[in-house]
C-alpha cells in the first residue's frame, strides 16, 4: 500500500495516490463498519491521546470511535481547563506528551501552524483534526471517499464549493485534494468571503450562485464561520440566505442527479434550507458522519504501520 507520510497534517504534501490508498482503505473500513465486523488487533496496545484546543462534537466523538474500533487506549486531554490555559507553551506541553509515549496524537487548535509544531517536537504520529484555518485533512478525505461512493469516482467531476472560502480550513483542504484527483473545482462566495489570490489554486471563482451550480455534479456548502469573523462580511442571515443559501431553486440548476454536502454543523435557513438537507434522494450529510470513522479508522491505521516500521528500523 502506498502511503509514505509519518504524520498526517495535511492534504497538501500527500500524493494521489496515498490519497488514493487511503481512501481504499477507508471504504473497507465503511463495509466492515456496517456489517459489525471489528479490527481491535490493529492498534492493540497503541496509545492515542485526543487534544482539542478548540470545542468540537462530531470530530471528536468520530476520532475516538475510530480509534476503540481499532483496539487503541484512548484519552480524551480537557484542553479547556489545562496547563495551557495557565500559560504552558505548546512545546512544554509537547514534552510532557513524550514522557507519555502516546503513539497517536490527534490535535484540533486554532492557531494555523501549532498542530505542525507539536508534530516536529513529539515522538508518535500527529493527526491534524483541523488548525486556524489552514487544514482540515480528514474532513476533505471523508468527502471525497463520500463522494467517490455515490458518484463511482473521484476524478474528472464538476464540484462546487460555495459559501465561506475565506475562514474555511475545510475548503482549502477540500479544494487541494479535488484538485490533485483531476476535478474541476469551482468557488461560489460573495467578494466579502472570498480569498484574495484564490484563483492561483487552479479553480473557477464565482460570485453569483445560480451561474455557479450549472450542471456541476456535487454541490457542498460550507458553515459561515462567525467565530472566525472580525467584523461584518454580510448585510445580514436572511440577505445571505436569499443569494447565496441552498434552496430548491439554486439546485435546480445543477445536475438532476448532483449530490448535497455540508461539513456540519448546519445553520438551516442560512447555508441550506431544511428541506434540501434533508432530502434522501440529493443529500449525502449523514453519510459523510458515518464515512468521517471510517477516513479516521484508515488514517491511523496507515500511520501506525509507518510508525512501527520505523521504530523496527530504528532498534535493528
Not at 472560502?165 to 483531476?182: F, Q, T, Y
Amino acid at each position: 500500500m502506498s502511503f509514505r507520510a509519518r504524520h498526517l497534517l495535511g492534504i497538501e504534501h500527500l500524493a494521489p495516490d496515498e490519497i488514493t490508498t487511503l481512501i481504499d482503505l477507508a471504504d473497507t473500513y465503511a463495509t466492515d463498519n456496517r456489517a459489525g465486523k471489528t479490527h481491535r488487533d490493529v492498534l492493540a496496545g497503541m496509545t492515542q491521546i485526543n487534544m482539542f484546543f478548540e470545542n468540537s462534537t462530531r470530530t471528536q466523538a468520530s476520532f475516538e470511535l475510530a480509534g476503540k474500533k481499532l483496539g487503541a487506549d484512548v484519552m480524551n486531554m480537557a484542553m479547556q481547563s489545562s496547563s495551557v490555559k495557565k500559560g504552558e507553551t505548546l512545546i512544554d506541553t509537547a514534552l510532557t506528551l513524550n514522557a507519555m509515549h502516546p503513539d497517536l496524537l490527534v490535535v484540533r487548535h486554532p492557531s494555523s501552524g501549532a498542530v505542525d509544531l507539536l508534530a516536529q517536537k513529539v515522538n508518535g504520529a500527529v493527526l491534524n483534526a483541523g488548525d486556524g484555518r489552514h487544514e482540515h485533512p480528514t474532513q476533505a478525505l471523508l468527502d471525497g471517499l463520500t463522494i467517490r461512493r455515490a458518484k463511482g469516482r473521484l476524478h474528472r467531476l464538476s464540484i462546487a464549493i460555495c459559501g465561506d472560502i475565506a475562514h474555511s480550513r475545510v475548503a482549502r483542504s477540500n479544494i487541494m485534494l479535488l484538485g490533485k484527483m483531476e476535478n474541476r473545482v469551482r468557488l461560489i462566495a460573495p467578494p466579502t468571503l472570498m480569498p484574495a489570490g484564490i484563483s492561483e489554486f487552479g479553480v473557477e471563482v464565482f460570485d453569483d450562485m445560480e451561474k455557479g451550480l450549472q450542471d456541476v455534479d456535487v454541490v457542498m456548502m460550507l458553515r459561515l464561520q462567525k467565530e472566525r469573523m472580525d467584523g461584518g462580511f454580510i448585510p445580514s442571515e436572511r440577505e445571505y440566505f436569499h443569494r447565496y443559501g441552498l434552496d430548491a431553486a439554486k439546485l435546480a440548476r445543477a445536475k438532476p442527479d448532483a449530490i448535497v454536502m455540508h461539513p456540519g454543523p448546519m445553520n438551516r435557513g442560512v447555508e441550506i434550507d431544511g428541506t434540501i438537507a434533508d432530502d434522501i434522494n440529493r443529500s449525502v450529510i449523514q453519510t459523510q458522519v458515518e464515512m468521517g470513522v471510517a477516513v479516521r479508522m484508515a488514517a491511523m491505521d496507515l500511520l501506525a504501520r509507518n510508525l512501527r516500521a520505523a521504530r523496527a528500523e530504528a532498534a535493528a
